[in-house]
C-alpha cells in the first residue's frame, strides 16, 4: 500500500510543479485508476482491475504511475484465470453458437476457441443456445488457472418433420387404351341403339306393322342398329371394367385398396359392376 501512496505524493507534486497541470484531469483519472485497481485487485476482482490498470498504464499518465500500473498489470495476468469452453450437443456436432454468462454477466455471445478471462472463486455459469433450454453450472475457478476446458452438452436442435413425399404415380398406357375403347363404345351404344329405336318406332307406326308385312329391309336395318347398339354397349362396358382394372391393380402397391369389375352381359342389355374395400 506504501507503493500506491508513494505514487500518489508523487502525482501531487508533478502536478503543483506544472502551471497547467491542476487543468489536466487525465492525471488525475490515472492516479483514480490505480487506485480503484489496487482496491479489486485485494478483493480478487482480478478483471476489474485489469481494466484499471490497462488505464493508468497509457502513456499519457505520469511515468511512476505508469510504471507502477504495468507492473501490476503484469502481476495480474498471471494470476488471471482462464476457462476454454467446449460444447457439443447430444448428437455429437460441435457448436459455436453458444452465449456464455457468469454470475449474470455476458462474457461472449460465441464460442471462438479463445480462453474466456473469469476471476478466481465459485460462480454460475450458464450456456445459451436458440432452440433449447439454457444449461447451468456452478463452478470453481482457481486463481493461476489458465485455459481450463469446460465440456458441456446441450440439448440437439429439433429438426422439422419431415414431409412424406407423394409418390409418383404412372397410369398404364393400357389404361388409355381401354379408355378410349370404353369412349367410343358408349359413343356407338348412344348413335346405333337411338337410330334402331327411332326406326322400330316408325315401323311400328306403318299400317304394316300389324301384319307384319312391313319391308324386310326396313325391319333388318331397325335390328341391325339395335344389335350395333347392344354390342357396343357391351364393348363400353367391358373396356370400362378393363380399363379400371388396370389402374387399380397397378396402384395395389402403394395403397391397400384393390377394385374388382365384373360385368354381366345377356341380349338386350349389359351391366358392369364394380367393388372396392374402403
Not at 73 to 90: F, G, I, N, W, Y
Not at 201 to 207: C, L, N
Request: overall charge neutral; proline content about 8%.
Amino acid at each position: 500500500m506504501h507503493r500506491i501512496i508513494v505514487a500518489v505524493l508523487c502525482a501531487v507534486i508533478w502536478l503543483l510543479s506544472s502551471p497547467w497541470a491542476r487543468a489536466d484531469e487525465a492525471v488525475l483519472e490515472c492516479v483514480k485508476a490505480a487506485e480503484d485497481a489496487q482496491s479489486q485487485r485485494s478483493n480478487h476482482q482480478l478483471r476489474a482491475a485489469r481494466l484499471k490498470f490497462l488505464l493508468c498504464a497509457q502513456p499519457t499518465c505520469p511515468a511512476v504511475v505508469r510504471n507502477d500500473c504495468s507492473g501490476w498489470l503484469a502481476d495480474v495476468d498471471k494470476v488471471m484465470p482462464s476457462v476454454v469452453v467446449q460444447a457439443r450437443d447430444t448428437r455429437g456436432v460441435e457448436l459455436t453458437d453458444v452465449r456464455v454468462s457468469v454470475d449474470g454477466d455476458v462474457l461472449a455471445e460465441r464460442l471462438d476457441g479463445l480462453a474466456i478471462p473469469v476471476d478466481p472463486g465459485v460462480h454460475l455459469f450458464q450456456f445459451e443456445r436458440a432452440g433449447v433450454p439454457p444449461l447451468q453450472q456452478q463452478i470453481l475457478i482457481r486463481e493461476g488457472e489458465k485455459g481450463r476446458a469446460l465440456p458441456i452438452t446441450l440439448a440437439a436442435v429439433a429438426s422439422p418433420p419431415a414431409v412424406p413425399e407423394r409418390p409418383v404415380h404412372r397410369t398404364p398406357p393400357l389404361t388409355y387404351v381401354f379408355g378410349g375403347l370404353a369412349v367410343g363404345g358408349f359413343a356407338g351404344w348412344a348413335y346405333f341403339g337411338l337410330n334402331g329405336i327411332h326406326e322400330a318406332h316408325e315401323i311400328a307406326g306403318m299400317p304394316c306393322a300389324p301384319t307384319q308385312t312391313c319391308d324386310p329391309g326396313l325391319v333388318a336395318a331397325a335390328r341391325r342398329h339395335l344389335i350395333a347398339g347392344d354390342v357396343s354397349l357391351a364393348v363400353g362396358l367391358l373396356s370400362t371394367g378393363a380399363a379400371a382394372y388396370i389402374y387399380f391393380s397397378d396402384r395395389r402397391s402403394q395403397t391397400p385398396s384393390s377394385v374388382r369389375a365384373t360385368v354381366f352381359v345377356v341380349p338386350g342389355t349389359a351391366r358392369l359392376s364394380l367393388t372396392a374395400p374402403f
